[in-house]
């Protein structure tokens, strides 16, 4: 094999392997929507990691964890429709692949803070 074939096998590796993450993901998720925002006693942790209020498909209401990278990339407020990964420490936020709805009964019941 030579240097290129290598090359094309590894791109083939890694979308296959970043198709099947996402095609498992689709199936092990939950939606739910944020209904606040939890402040946190340090200064700049919010930059880091903050903790969101989630109302679930199903009613209930879960803390999730959103990673600083997620906060900045999604530019989430209260209201909008996230996904939510289950992980070993709780719930995930993950930014939808597709599309993000806004609740605007939400919105209108809280403060719209955008991080």
């Given at each position: 094999?030579?240097?290129?074939?290598?090359?094309?096998?590894?791109f083939f590796f890694l979308v296959g392997f970043f198709a099947f993450l996402e095609i498992r993901q689709l199936?092990?998720?939950?939606?739910?929507?944020?209904?606040?925002f939890v402040e946190s006693p340090l200064p700049l942790a919010g930059m880091?990691?903050?903790?969101?209020?989630?109302?679930?498909?199903d009613g209930g209401i879960v803390n999730a964890n959103l990673s600083g990278c997620t906060q900045?990339?999604?530019?989430?407020?209260?209201?909008?429709?996230?996904?939510?990964?289950?992980?070993?420490?709780g719930y995930s936020v993950k930014i939808p692949f597709i599309s993000r709805k806004r609740?605007?009964?939400?919105?209108?019941?809280?403060?719209?803070?955008t991080f």
């Open positions: 094999m030579d240097a290129q074939a290598i090359e094309l096998l590894t199936f092990d998720k939950k939606r739910g929507i944020i209904v606040d880091l990691s903050t903790e969101v209020l989630v109302r679930m498909e900045c990339m999604g530019r989430f407020q209260v209201g909008d429709e996230v996904h939510l990964i289950r992980s070993r420490s609740d605007h009964i939400c919105e209108r019941q809280h403060s719209n803070r």
